[in-house]
Every structure is written in C-alpha cells, then in structure tokens.
C-alpha cells in the first residue's frame, strides 16, 4: 500500500488523515448548503492539524477548481466596472497577506484567523450591510483589505460581501460578481503563492486529496438545502463556523491532534 502512495502525501497518512478528511467534507457541506463558509471552517481546522500555511494554500486549490463550473454562466451577469475596481485593489495588497502568511509565527496567526472569523461571522449574522452609495475610495478600501485577508488567510469575502449586499444592484447581479470576484481573486493568490514558493507538491497532493471529501459535503450540502428554509440554513452555518473557528484555538491542540 505504501508503494501506491506518492512520497510527497507519505508524512500525511498518519492518525490526522482521517479528521482532515472529515474536515473536508464539513467544509464542502456547508459550502453546498449555504453557498459560503467553506474557508471559515477548513482554515481554521486544518490549520490546527497541519498548521496555517499549509490550510491555506490547500483551500485555495480547492476553492479554485470547485469554482470554475460555476463562472461561465455568471460571465453574462458580472458588473464589471464594479467588480474589476475591487479586483485590482485586492491584487495589489495579495502579496502583502501572503508576506504575513509566510513570516508571521504560526501560533498568532491562529489566533488572528480565529478571531477574524468569529468578528465576520457576528457581523454578517447580524445582518449589518453598507448602505451607502458605492464611491470609488470605499470600493477600493473594499477591496485592499479583501486582499490582505486572502492573501493571509484565503478568506477574502466577508469585506466585499457586506459591502455588495447592502448595495442598490440585484441579488443575481451580486452573486455573479462575487464569483467572477473569488475566481479571479484565486487565480492571482496561486500566481503570487506559485512565486513566493508556497505551491509545494506535498501542497498540490494533498490539495487534491482533500478535494474528494470536500466535493463530497458540497453534493451533500446541495441536496440538504432543499429541506432546509433560507433563515434557517443561514443559522446553521454561522453556528458551524463559529464552532469551528474556537475549537481550533490553539487551547484546544490536544483535542485535535
């Protein structure tokens, strides 16, 4: 059996396999039944297990493949002089995220991962919106800290999220532009994480194995909407998240690993 596996996967099949796919699959649930959350919880967990630099990048692949059936039908509806202002901000400030990824200590950068999720999480729970009008500035700030939490943590939406669905365009129209967003924004994040030499092969391999699991929970996710109402879906996945957000607090190691 141990031939079958590739050498950069071999440090991986140990007791935390079984959990990490597990976390995987949770991850993929909620993301089918709520159409957010995935990184929320993948980030956190994981990271628990392999650490913060690994959690990241390997969501990042994942988020990317998962996104692409999904982007050519919403090409037609993105509002680009909307989206495009956004994307170029968030560029510019990926490399700045992805700096803190690699030379921020992996035990604060937990904590900070934590406590901007469970922050994100009570404001979108909330239902706080901008309801301004959207100017240029806001929607470049926008987009410069989406950046620099992607970059960081691959958690680029709670900024853009509030920002658009307070917003005078249609729900259609936001959700078309938020996954022209997140493509995009993956697409620049795996050129600047391929540069600064985070794309490694145990990376790519385990990304991948992850991705089983994880398109798994998204079908499971998909099905379970359907007997679920809006408000309630919402409430589940704000409860999952904030769960998984405290329990991988570093308190908590020696329950995951």
């Avoid at 699959?25 to 919880?41: D, E, K, N």
């Avoid at 994981?46 to 039908?73: E, H, K």
Wanted: hydrophobic share 60%; aromatic share 14%.
């Amino acid at each position: 059996m141990s031939a079958l596996i590739p050498a950069s996967l071999a440090p991986f099949f140990d007791d935390r396999l079984a959990l990490a796919a597990m976390i995987a699959f949770a991850s993929g649930f909620v993301r089918g039944f709520s159409g957010f959350g995935a990184g929320m919880i993948y980030v956190p967990l994981i990271g628990a297990l392999y650490g913060p630099r690994f959690s990241v990048t390997t969501i990042l692949l994942i988020d990317f493949i998962c996104s692409l059936p999904f982007l050519v039908p919403a090409l037609p509806h993105v509002r680009w002089r909307e989206t495009l202002p956004l994307m170029t901000a968030a560029a510019i400030t990926i490399p700045l995220g992805t700096l803190a990824l690699i030379y921020v200590d992996p035990t604060p950068m937990r904590w900070a991962i934590a406590v901007i999720i469970v922050v994100f999480v009570i404001l979108l729970a909330s239902g706080w919106r901008y309801h301004g009008a959207p100017k240029l500035p806001i929607t470049l700030s926008v987009g410069a800290i989406s950046g620099v939490l992607g970059g960081a943590t691959q958690i680029p939406g709670p900024p853009v999220i509030i920002y658009w669905l307070g917003g005078a365009i249609s729900a259609a129209a936001v959700r078309a532009n938020l996954i022209a967003y997140f493509a995009l924004f993956d697409l620049f994040s795996i050129v600047v994480y391929g540069w600064s030499g985070l794309l490694t092969n145990e990376v790519v391999w385990f990304g991948l194995l992850m991705f089983v699991p994880f398109l798994s929970g998204m079908a499971g996710g998909s099905m379970a909407f359907i007997f679920v109402s809006d408000r309630n879906y919402r409430n589940a996945a704000y409860v999952i998240i904030l769960f998984a957000a405290i329990s991988s607090l570093p308190l908590f190691d020696r329950l995951l690993r």
